[in-house]
């Protein structure tokens, strides 16, 4: 990609700051992306599957990240893990870098990149009354399934989730309320 990097002598109409201390992990709780809430509101809700993936949050990063969670832990029984990394390149990277090794290990299924269980295609289809984890970008009603509830989170609550079997907080997150 390219990045755009402003001219050293560019002027603004103003700045805009956020203070984002006080932001904290969210996840979906409906079937629209912008209903969510806080996890800690959402902690203990089971899950029957978790999907860390696709094309939004199927980066490098974000498996790193998700990697360094599950690295010598196993997922719940009752998950059903699936990785899916964003392209062929990431794909490529995390199997160098021993990622696909580390959630094979955990027992996620490593498919190939794919929108795949995202949009109810594939291995990953909800079957009626299944709740997912998954770090993609909609979560429609029937979207992964007739009938299946998914709840969107970042790659770190996915693994955390997938581990604990309900949904739960990233050990990765510092401002636990």
């Excluded at 580390?102 to 190939?112: H, P, R, S």
């Excluded at 709740?131 to 429609?140: E, G, M, Q």
Aim: net charge positive.
């Amino acid at each position: 990609y390219s990045k755009w990097i402003s001219d050293p002598d560019a002027k603004y109409e103003k700045v805009i700051e956020f203070d984002l201390s006080n932001l904290e992990p969210m996840v979906t709780f409906g079937y629209k992306p912008d209903q969510v809430k806080p996890v800690r509101e959402m902690e203990g809700t089971p899950v029957d599957q978790v999907y860390i993936g696709s094309c939004t949050n199927g980066r490098i990063e974000d498996l790193r990240i998700a990697a360094e969670i599950l690295k010598g832990k196993k997922i719940s029984d009752n998950v059903r893990g699936i990785l899916s990394p964003a392209t062929p390149k990431v794909y490529s990277m995390a199997l160098k870098e021993g990622i696909i090794d580390i959630f094979m290990q955990a027992g996620f299924c490593v498919t190939n990149p794919t929108c795949g269980a995202c949009l109810g295609m594939s291995n990953g289809v909800l079957a009626e009354g299944e709740v997912c984890a998954s770090t993609t970008n909609r979560n429609f009603y029937g979207r992964m399934g007739k009938g299946g509830m998914v709840h969107l989170m970042s790659p770190a609550t996915a693994a955390a989730t997938a581990i604990a079997g309900k949904i739960t907080n990233s050990p990765l997150w510092k401002g636990k309320k």
